[in-house]
């Protein structure tokens, strides 16, 4: 098996950057993916809506279409790619296992960009495996990628840019939005990053005007919403809350969720790589050095798996990490790298200046980090966060301890949906900082495959 | 649940528990399924409930389906083929245990 120069892992904005990068400056490159077109969850389905669905570009904004140079430079680089391919293994020899058709295979490479990107936060509230409700991220990716809105009333609860994002493109939509319940916004913490974020140039104004086209459609708004509950019978039918002290409830056929994202660590934490808890996000991240070398030599992350930092801050972080990949495998040296990297050193650390104010302005609220005993948190195995603080007057003393008494995070998801959750609880159960309790050891394969496919590899 | 802002070109049809549905290409099998009146994908091994797709981006794997004789694959990431036989998944039987009538997904 002759190994490949670099190896990147996520065809968003990061890897598909990166591959670029690296490719232009003469590597071997190939950007492994799950999906069945680059683009990553930011600009899913880009290439479709830039060619035959272009009338949906209307719909999906000027923000989304800034994928399509991201995609075209990619496609025009020497760079491979290898979509609807599952990458179930890292190890530190840097050795890949992917499953692509049904077929398993190790690839080896002389350096691996994990560029795995974001996912939304769990928002754990009573009633949220309900059918009809999903993450407000869920709904975005169906207007992607296929083009389709909610055919019936719908309810948008939570807080973050996303969720303005999305009520934005359901105003354009025609979408009957019954409702937006914003869980709270720290406009007075908020406060002193707005300098930063002015300077980071365009995000305040991208927000202003996305909360005020959902205002002007007359979208009913009800700010510092609790109680948040999604109630029916086997299906969705209203969405409950108290704003302002008064209790209302709301008939919908669909809720979405959200309360931001965080960074996809999965496949990071299953090499291990280092990572650390970030207090500001509220999510683990791997310990990187400036280019986005992690601790296993010839392993670097980049975008926001890196740490959350927005599409535009993972385009410059992906060049980055491309012209540090050229260096580490003597192709350019450090002082080329320095020269070549500059401008996108400049242009990421001006886009992460964005980051602080839109991290104080939208905290996940308290009880949907630390919900209430009859939430259930694990959606997998159906634990409820009385059931992990049981675990914990017993004697449980971290993540991987719960997991063994309750089950949680054993299910299919590998802990995906509870991960954060679960580590907050206990936290606070033992009135503990998060970085001290810990979260899962993720082991690989971090995707299913079957005995057969394992069995068969080559 | 879902409906498409545009009628697909070249629509494919799919079987989804023996009923035919229309989709887009480039549809996943879950976007398949929210199009339809009926977003249940298959009920929760733990209890039984309901579930539908919920992260739609391969990390919850609540939309786990049998599709084309291969059981819990992830319906968000595989996209629709002609003909493809996608069915709910029902809650596992217990081993030892008999199927009630209450183990059946309602379609």
Known sequence: MSAIDLAIVGAGPAGLAAAATAAELGLSVTVFDENTAPGGQIYRGIEAVAGPRARDLAVLGPAYAAGKAVVERFRASKAGYSPATTVWLVQKDRRLGILRDGKASMVEARRVLIATGALERPVPIPGWTLPG?????????????????????????????????????????????????????????????????????????????????????????????????????GRLQAVEFTAGGRAERIPAELLCLHQGVVANAQLGMAIPLKHEWVEAQRCWRPVLDAWGNSDVEGIAVAGDGAGIGGADAAVHAGRIAGFEAARALGRIDAAARDARAAGDVAAWRRHLRARPFLDALYPPARALRVPADDVMVCRCEEVTAGQVREAVRQGGTGPNQVKSFTRTGMGPCQGRMCGLTISEIIADALGKPVAAVGTYRIRPPIKPLTVGELAALE | MFRRLHEPANAVTIQIDGSPVRAAPGDSVAAALLATGNPVCRQSPASGADRAPFCMIGACFECLMEIDGVPNRQACLVPVREGMQVRRQARPTPVGAVASPADKVAS
């Open chain 1, 133 to 233: 409700v999903m993450l407000a991220g869920a709904a975005q990716s169906l207007l992607k990628a296929s083009g389709m809105v909610p055919a019936g009333p719908v309810v948008l609860a939570g807080n973050g840019p996303l969720l303005w994002q999305l009520a934005a493109q359901f105003v354009a939509a025609g979408v009957n939005i019954a409702a937006l319940l914003e869980t709270g916004s720290a406009y007075k913490a908020a406060l002193p990053h707005l300098p930063a974020v002015v300077l980071a140039g365009g995000y305040l104004a991208k927000g202003l005007g996305l909360i005020a086209s959902v205002r002007k459609a007359g979208v009913p708004i009800r700010r510092s919403v609790e109680g948040l509950r999604a109630v029916g019978k």
